[in-house]
Nanobody
Framework: VQLVESGGGLVQAGGSLRLSCTVSGLILAADALGWFRQAPGKGREVVAAISMTGLSTHYADSVEGRFTVSRDSAKNTLYLRMDNLEPEDTAMYYC??????????????????WGQGTQVTVSS
């Protein structure tokens, strides 16, 4: 199983990025998926999660209305569209997959598979 994130980078405050997570070795249509982030000196926190069907999503309060999570099972890819970025969004972003649950999962411990991360840096 392999999850590979891409799309991170350096952007000015107010800008946008779209992260992608390409998954191999799993049937993505059967998995709950999520995006997490970790800033230096802080714990890993959920950014957005999406259920197996895509009908249920969860967003952290800090990104609600600015970020959008989506999935394309045909392409085995998870996306995170990030708009109106703020310096506080600076972190390493990770995608995760769970193949034994179907909901929009907020807890890191519920995911079995993780990518290596992609860095997002927002300058003020």
């Amino acid at each position: 199983v392999q999850l590979v994130e891409s799309g991170g980078g350096l952007v000015q405050a107010g800008g946008s990025l779209r992260l992608s997570c390409t998954v191999s070795g799993l049937i993505l249509a059967a998995d709950a998926l999520g995006w997490f982030r970790q800033a230096p000196g802080k714990g890993r926190e959920v950014v957005a999660a999406i259920s197996m069907t895509g009908l249920s999503t969860h967003y952290a309060d800090s990104v609600e209305g600015r970020f959008t999570v989506s999935r394309d099972s045909a392409k085995n890819t998870l996306y995170l569209r990030m708009d109106n970025l703020e310096p506080e969004d600076t972190a390493m972003y990770y995608c995760a997959a769970s193949d034994d649950r179907i909901g929009a999962l907020k807890l890191p411990r519920l995911y079995q598979y993780w990518g290596q991360g992609t860095q997002v840096t927002v300058s003020s």
